[in-house]
């Protein structure tokens, strides 16, 4: 069996793919190129990637091609990011990357270079009961990653692989170290890809208008200024630039709500104030990985954000795209725009856009 890994330059996508040599499959490596954009300082973030690939495919001893997918990531991916951005939401654009790019383009192009199945470094698990493949966790519970891949569908697990599901992130380490890999000890990326080191905001200002307003506490008074709503989460509390406010005492504020229409950033004081906690959320774009919905009303659990824990709720139908979901107890910092994801047990169901929240 052929098989093309999604090679990143990365430890985990290089011990995926000395895992697959080792159980004997024919494997070839491909380093997507999905942004071309340059920093202030000229560099491209897949230059010194793409050398790491080639270190380890080298120490291998496999075939390594690279694909230019900028153009479809820039369309299917960063477009809608600055438009969800604008409209006052917090997209995650890992994954859509994953359903567009990895998981389509990706696939698509591995599959007309002769490859059975693709492989990649995700901390995810795929089993198969009678005609059914499902996405489960991966094992190692601070590494799982199947949040990131709720959009995938039956056919992309048919074709996909996922080698490090089953371990964790040390044994990982340990196996690139035993086998004289490059990366073994290559720091782990964390954030956006295509922004890389640089500050949030700083990077958004480029292709998003500063527009300054007034930060208010929900009684209406004026405590402070902001470069313009679209640039602020629900929840967050680093960068509001909120100094002593008179009358108030010296505990940090958190957004809490925006008006887009009035340019309007609304903030409330303390980390548990009951105005970030709400009961249930509105999700649009509903996605089930089985291929078929759900019997509903269903009673299983979620996680409104990659880091959280899974939380008891239940879904209510609304039409084929949208569902209410209610939680058993209040979720803090619930965000417009991020996804929400189900999950019985080990089983990840899918997911969808978090449209909007209520009490």
């Given at each position: 069996?052929?098989?093309?890994?999604?090679?990143?330059?990365?430890?985990?996508?290089?011990?995926?793919?000395?895992?697959?040599?080792?159980?004997g499959y024919e494997v070839q490596a491909l380093f997507m190129k999905n942004w071309n954009e340059q920093t202030e300082k000229g560099e491209c973030s897949w230059e010194a990637e793409v050398e790491d690939a080639m270190l380890v495919c080298e120490r291998l001893g496999i075939a390594l091609n690279t694909i230019d997918l900028s153009t479809e990531y820039w369309e299917s991916v960063f477009r809608l990011f600055l438009?969800?951005?604008?409209?006052?939401?917090?997209?995650?654009?890992?994954?859509?990357?994953?359903?567009?790019?990895?998981?389509?383009?990706?696939?698509?192009?591995a599959l007309n270079l002769g490859a059975d199945k693709i492989a990649t470094g995700h901390y995810a698990r795929i089993d198969q009961t009678q005609n059914q493949f499902r996405l489960l966790k991966g094992l190692d519970v601070n590494k799982d990653q199947s949040y990131f891949l709720c959009r995938l569908n039956q056919?992309?697990?048919?074709?996909?692989?996922?080698?490090?599901?089953?371990l964790?992130?040390?044994?990982?380490?340990?196996?690139?170290?035993?086998?004289?890999?490059?990366?073994?000890?290559?720091?782990?990326?964390?954030?956006?890809?295509?922004?890389?080191?640089?500050?949030?905001?700083?990077?958004?200002?480029?292709?998003?208008?500063?527009?300054?307003?007034?930060?208010?506490?929900?009684?209406?008074q004026t405590i402070g200024e902001h470069d313009g709503t679209c640039f602020y989460t629900i929840g967050q509390r680093q960068g509001l630039g909120i100094g002593g406010v008179k009358g108030t005492n010296e505990a940090p504020w958190y957004v809490v709500d925006k008006n887009m229409g009035a340019n309007v950033l609304y903030v409330v004081q303390g980390k548990d104030h009951p105005l970030l906690y709400r009961k249930g959320l509105i999700t649009k774009n509903l996605h089930w990985i089985a291929g078929t919905t759900p019997e509903i009303p269903l009673l299983c659990k979620a996680k409104t954000r990659y880091r959280q824990a899974d939380q008891v709720c239940s879904i209510q139908s609304i039409d084929n795209d949208s569902a209410l979901v209610q939680f058993e107890m209040p979720q803090k910092a619930i965000t417009p725009g991020q996804y929400v994801v189900f999950y019985q047990e080990?089983?990840?169901?899918?997911g969808g856009v978090i449209a909007s929240t209520f009490n």
């Open positions: 069996m052929k098989v093309i890994v999604g090679i990143s330059g990365g430890v985990d996508s290089a011990v995926t793919a000395l895992l697959l040599c080792e159980q438009q969800d951005y604008s409209n006052g939401l917090t997209p995650n654009p890992d994954i859509l990357c994953n359903q567009e790019i990895k998981f389509r383009a990706f696939m698509d192009q056919q992309q697990l048919s074709r996909s692989l996922f080698p490090v599901g089953s964790n992130k040390s044994s990982v380490r340990q196996m690139a170290a035993m086998a004289g890999l490059p990366v073994h000890d290559k720091k782990d990326s964390t954030g956006i890809c295509f922004i890389g080191e640089r500050p949030f905001r700083e990077f958004l200002s480029q292709y998003l208008p500063v527009k300054k307003g007034p930060i208010m506490t929900i009684e209406g080990q089983i990840c169901l899918g």
